[in-house]
């Protein structure tokens, strides 16, 4: 029991503290498991679950991937196999909203498929999530330049940037050693996002996630940096290995309200408000800022963006009036948004709101808009060997995808739906038509005669074993919303997978995303689609 007690413990406060207005979700990535990295540095990082300086280190890719061009060609390639087709499709995406599940493996999005159903009283399995039901689905292939299985930095770089770079980086590529700040501040190691592109070609742009606007994913729009630890000063400090200096390391969340793109977004909607503020400054949330600088990072976008407003809390959200505004950035909790089920309604905006608020502000412009939108807590909900917050983190996103369809035309909106990377969840047995998904397979036993989760996972923190190593009956305890799943192999919290991730696409040139495809060639489909960019456009065929 003591092997898992920790992690029940923190899935049990989240949900005792479930009525309050205030609900911390700890950080799952920490640097040790994505880099590796000494005992003295870990006690200042041991508030993570996963250090992420044990995933970048020891780790090495070939040579020829770390200049982009390689991955730009191969990009361009593949984009050329799908032209070699007949090519009905003669429409322009004026608008692209790339939707991210972070971490929703194949498994998740059937599980959660099922689980939809399942909420309205039917078997299931018939159901659909909103874009399962898209016309053009492709798989995409996760490995970064120096790993097997990836993070949710490189996989940012590689399907907002066009380039695979190494595990932890983001923005540059993989010729920058990790931790090399110096690296990642040249120019020549530097690569640009769709966002970047976007906005040269006069489109507005913005970025949604219920994680933090600094976290891996919505960093790959804007941010170039060697860690994406280093989301404030302090971080670069606490991350750095004594080798960084905020001083010739520019943080993240500075990157993004100083520097192009990320200064430029004309929305920005998600939690992470304390690496903007000092640590002088108590938060709306009542926590402290986290930036040793002193510099109050929300204070210097309102001097940027006199027009601008900022929002903390839900009712101030859907109270904007974006008529009246010319930005807007939102920040709804001190650090990750929560889970659903556990959010206070009255503070917290579900991602389908932010996700409606978002497309309003970008919609203003007659040039049309780039938008990234997350659901960023499936990947925390399978972290955590949940499936009740993973599948439930799913419904909300698929929720914010119908949004999308509903406020958009498809005639010149491109919606393309995808995942960074997997998890090693799994559907196991025989279990009969209609089996809670949440629940135990009631049709099959191991050969000790005891009935197994429907729901497992590969890596985790709770095998439930009694003293003789063999399985319990989980029968009293499966289907509490504090849960944990059962796991194969005894870790500190659950782990990525690298499995291909579905891509699953609608609107003009939605056809081209089909087949099996680098991830690193999804940004490059989007700018030939709407024309921007440096590479090959749909606009490059008109006379």
């Not at 005639?411 to 047995?429: N, Q």
Request: proline content about 5%; hydrophobic content about 35%; aromatic content about 8%.
């Amino acid at each position: 029991m003591k092997t898992y007690l920790g992690i029940i413990l923190v899935l049990s406060a989240l949900v005792a503290t479930s009525s309050s207005a205030s609900i911390d979700i700890p950080e799952i990535h920490n640097q040790f498991q994505l880099v590796g990295e000494s005992v003295s540095a870990l006690k200042t990082r041991e508030g993570n679950l996963i250090d992420p300086n044990a995933m970048a280190k020891g780790k090495a890719g070939p040579e020829a991937e770390k200049k982009a061009q390689f991955w730009y060609d191969l990009a361009y390639e593949e984009i050329a196999q799908r032209l070699e087709q007949p090519q009905l499709d003669k429409r322009k995406a004026k608008n692209v909203i790339l939707f991210l599940g972070d971490g929703m493996s194949l498994s998740t999005v059937a599980a959660a498929r099922i689980h939809k159903g399942q909420l309205k009283g039917n078997p299931g399995e018939e159901d659909s999530l909103s874009f399962e039901k898209f016309p053009y689905t492709g798989l995409s292939r996760t490995y970064c330049s120096n790993a097997q299985v990836p993070d949710s930095a490189c996989t940012a770089t590689a399907y907002l940037c066009g380039v695979k770079t190494n595990i932890v980086a983001l923005g540059i590529t993989a010729a920058v050693n990790f931790n090399n700040c110096s690296g990642s501040e040249d120019p020549a190691n530097r690569v640009d996002s769709i966002a970047a592109w976007a906005q040269e070609a006069g489109k507005s742009t913005g970025i949604v996630t219920t994680t933090t606007l600094t976290h891996a994913s919505p960093s790959g729009a804007y941010a170039k940096t060697t860690n994406r630890f280093f989301e404030s000063d302090t971080d670069i400090v606490t991350y750095g290995e004594g080798e960084n200096d905020p001083a010739t390391c520019t943080d993240i969340a500075t990157q993004l309200i100083t520097q192009a793109p990320g200064k430029n977004f004309d929305v920005m909607l998600g939690g992470g408000i304390g690496k903007f503020l000092p640590n002088t400054i108590t938060d709306p949330f009542n926590k402290k800022g986290e930036r040793s600088d002193g510099v109050n990072l929300l204070s210097r976008w309102q001097g940027l963006h006199p027009g601008g407003v900022l929002a903390y809390n839900r009712n101030q959200l859907l109270s904007v009036n974006v008529s009246r505004i010319t930005n807007l950035i939102g920040t709804f909790r001190s650090g990750v948004m929560s889970f659903n089920k556990l959010a206070d309604p009255k503070e917290e905006p579900t991602l389908a709101e932010m996700t409606r608020k978002a497309i309003e502000m970008v919609s203003k412009r007659d040039d049309g808009y780039f938008l990234f939108v997350e659901g960023g807590l499936i990947d925390y909900g399978n972290h955590f060997n949940s499936p009740t917050h993973s599948l439930t983190e799913t419904l909300q996103f698929e929720q914010a995808v119908q949004e999308a369809l509903d406020l958009t035309d498809p005639e010149e909106t491109l919606i393309v739906v995808t995942s960074d990377h997997a998890h090693p969840l799994t559907i196991s047995g025989y279990p009969g038509r209609g089996t809670p998904i949440l629940g135990l397979n009631q049709d099959d036993t191991d050969v000790n005669g005891v009935k197994y989760a429907t729901l497992n996972y590969a890596v985790g923190t709770n095998q439930y074993l009694d003293e003789h190593g063999q399985r319990i009956d989980l029968t009293d305890q499966i289907g509490a919303e504090d849960f944990i799943h059962p796991s194969y192999i005894h870790g500190t919290i659950g782990v990525h997978a690298g499995d291909d991730v579905g891509i699953f696409a609608t609107g003009p040139q939605s056809h081209l995303f089909t087949g099996v495809m680098q991830q690193s060639t999804i940004p490059h489909l989007m700018a030939y689609a709407s024309c921007i960019g440096k590479g090959p456009t749909l606009c490059d065929n008109e006379d």
